[in-house]
């Protein structure tokens, strides 16, 4: 049995404005995400799942028990918001130990419990500091550390990372769900992010227009999108079109290529879809056999860290976005190159229909 199951949860507002039927799981241990742009429902959701609102349809159940219409403070939950929300009146301590002596834990044992939270964020010995002489990325491990201290059997975390400048959030994109793992906590998560849903959950719920487009982990979402809105909104936009699909290859203005997914999937006519060509998808190494290779003039190269991303100009006038491990061998703007495209890289997406059953809003 999943520790939360929503069901159906549905709630319209006086603009208009609607969550449509949202039904999700979430087991026990597990960190998933609610992703999608601003303004789709996510953290409508999250308001419903913590008891902040009450739907007007569905139900919200926890170990099978029905929670729906009852407070917040009955359903055993934790909750963290982006502006972190610290008393400025209190030490760090203070802060911490809110919770606790809300539910009349005894003094020692608050105490204790305190200490031991505050060094599962990496702040032991913060306990006497000003909360308002701490970094941003120290408040929010405060924050942090105030929602973990009771120990709730759910932690909602709403853009939990969204105030921190971009050298504080990647640190804190690594430390993170080793954290949540060592307090063998729940968590929903909400973010706009997917750099950061990607790095902070086991499963991804993403969101358009109060409705559930897609769910699955991080590295099915990503390399199989189901729709075009999906690959766009991931950043993927190398998307060409499909004049015909017949036996594994599909007609592009590329030329015809090899693709290793489902090709002939029933339903679909090729002028219905598009061909999406992840950015990792080209090869340097060329084989023997001569498909799936593509020559063009590269525009510009970028050096990203950990990776070079090419811009590529086709014969067709297609502009392509590739990127390459750093420490290859590339041609520089002005120069030719060619690619070969891994056939188990290229998707075939429809092109209508951003609902995860592959129907038109």
């Given amino acids: 049995m999943p520790l939360l199951e929503i069901r159906q949860l549905q709630k319209t507002y006086p603009d208009g404005w609607k969550l449509h039927r949202v039904s999700f799981t979430v087991e026990d241990g597990e960190r998933l995400c609610l992703l999608g742009p601003s303004g789709c ?14 739907p007007d349809d569905g139900r919200v159940l ?94 909602m975390l709403d853009e939990p990372l969204g105030a921190l400048d971009r050298t504080l959030r990647e640190r804190l994109m690594e430390e993170l769900p080793n954290i949540l793992q060592r307090a063998n906590v729940t968590t929903i998560t909400v973010t706009h992010d997917q750099e950061e849903a990607f790095a902070l959950a086991d499963r991804v719920v993403l969101m358009r227009d109060g409705r559930v487009i897609q769910m699955g982990t991080p590295q099915d979402v990503y390399t199989r999108p189901s729709s075009v809105w999906v690959a766009e909104f991931l950043g993927l936009t190398n998307l060409l079109d499909v004049r015909s699909v017949e036996k594994g290859w599909a007609d592009t203005p590329l030329g015809k290529l090899r693709v290793g997914n489902d090709a002939k999937k029933p339903g679909l006519s090729s002028t219905e879809r598009l061909l999406l060509l992840r950015p990792d998808a080209a090869r340097l190494d060329v084989p023997d056999h001569g498909h799936n290779l593509v020559t063009g003039e590269v525009m510009t190269r970028s050096f990203r860290g950990e990776r070079y991303r090419i811009k590529m100009l086709h014969a067709s006038g297609i502009e392509l976005t590739l990127d390459f491990l750093a420490g290859v061998n590339l041609p520089g703007p002005g120069e030719s190159l060619t690619v070969f495209l891994d056939p188990e890289m290229l998707v075939l997406l429809p092109v209508l229909g951003d609902r995860a059953d592959g129907r038109p809003d």
Avoid: C, W
């Avoid at 953290?43 to 009450?54: F, K, P």
């Avoid at 701490?134 to 929602?147: C, D, H, K, N, T």
């Fill in 62 to 155: 926890v170990d099978g028990r029905d929670v729906t219409m009852r407070p917040p403070s009955q359903r055993g939950f934790g909750l963290m918001f982006q502006e972190y929300a610290l008393f400025p009146h209190k030490d760090v301590f203070g802060n911490v130990a809110f919770g606790l002596r809300m539910q009349g834990m005894a003094r020692e044992a608050t105490s204790q419990r305190v200490i031991e939270t505050l060094a599962l964020v990496g702040l032991a010995g913060f306990e006497h500091r000003d909360v308002s002489q701490l970094s941003g990325g120290e408040r929010q491990r405060v924050a942090l550390a105030r929602s973990l201290a009771p120990q709730p059997r759910l932690l």
């Fill in 41 to 54: 429902g996510k953290t409508t959701l999250l308001r419903l799942i913590a008891g902040l609102e009450l």
